[in-house]
Structure formats: C-alpha cells, structure tokens
C-alpha cells in the first residue's frame, strides 16, 4: 500500500475534489444518464463543508478525500473519493475502517447512499453496511456501530 495520511480539508480544497469527483462519478452517472459536467462539479461545490471534511494525500500529494458530518442521531459518510490509479491499493479499506472505529466508539450508526451500480458498494458491503433504501439513481445504506467495539 502506498504511504497516505489525512489532513482536515479547508475552504481552498472544494476545487481539487470537485473536479475528482467529476473523474470518479463520471462512468456510473453516464451509465445511469445522468452526467453533467458542469453539475458534477457545482454540487460538491455548493455542498462542501471543510468543517467535517479530510483529505487524503498520497505521498504528500493529494489524492482523495472524505467527510463525516453529523446527520441527526448518525453520522454520513460523504464526498469519499480516491484517485482511480490509487484504488484497489487498500487505501479506501484503511481510510474507511478508520472512520468507522471511530463512529464504533462512539456508538453512532452511518449513512450513505451510493450509486446504482457502482463497485463502491461492495466496499461498503464488506464492512457491515445494508440497505436501508434504494431509488432508480441511488441506494440508501447504513452501518450500525460494533456492539464489541463499544464494550471495548
């Protein structure tokens, strides 16, 4: 795996993930039609909140990011995008597991929703999230947290 970490994001990064959004949505949104270029990219723009948001550098480099707000009596995990030539390497797997430890500790449940078809969601499959929902566009998941995890 190559060498990553995180940092928290700030008002400065909306347009590096913004346009990687773009790049990593690309293929299922075309797939889905429903690919804008420019929407893609005002959406995380119109949405993106340093507050909750990490990046994640890869080699000192930016290559991805994702952010964990607060969303009533959970947690939602959102804006998680890594570079595509970095996926597949176990940085998503150790970025994720991390978060959710956390939310493990704390005893609060994780929302997501991903799209229709996307390999994502057996990323999110193999650690504990289930479908809650699902539309023509999206699937609506959650993860309760680890009963071990918070007797720990």
């Known amino acids: 795996m190559a060498d990553w970490e995180t940092r928290p994001a700030s008002a400065a990064d909306a347009e590096a993930v913004a346009e990687l959004r773009a790049v ?3 293929a299922d949104l075309e ?3 429903r690919y804008d270029a420019q929407r893609v990219r005002q959406r995380l723009r119109d949405g993106f909140a340093p507050t ?3 990046v994640i550098e890869v ?3 930016f290559a991805g990011s994702v952010a964990l707000p607060p969303a009533g009596d959970a947690r939602r995990l959102e804006h ?3 570079a595509p030539h970095l996926q597949g390497l176990g940085i998503g ?3 994720l597991r991390g978060l959710l430890e956390r ?3 704390d005893g609060v449940p994780v ?3 991903v799209l229709q078809g996307s390999p994502a969601r057996r990323l999110y499959e193999r650690h504990g999230f289930t479908v809650e929902t699902e539309d023509p566009v999206d699937v609506f998941m959650v993860r309760e947290p680890s009963a071990t995890a918070r007797a720990a």
Do not use: I, M, P
């Open 52 to 54: 909750h948001t990490w």
């Open 31 to 33: 797939r889905l039609g």
């Open 103 to 105: 939310c493990d500790r």
């Open 80 to 82: 998680f995008y890594l």
């Open 93 to 95: 797997t150790a970025v």
């Open 59 to 61: 080699d000192g480099s």
């Open 24 to 26: 990593v949505l690309r």
């Open 111 to 113: 929302r997501l929703n």
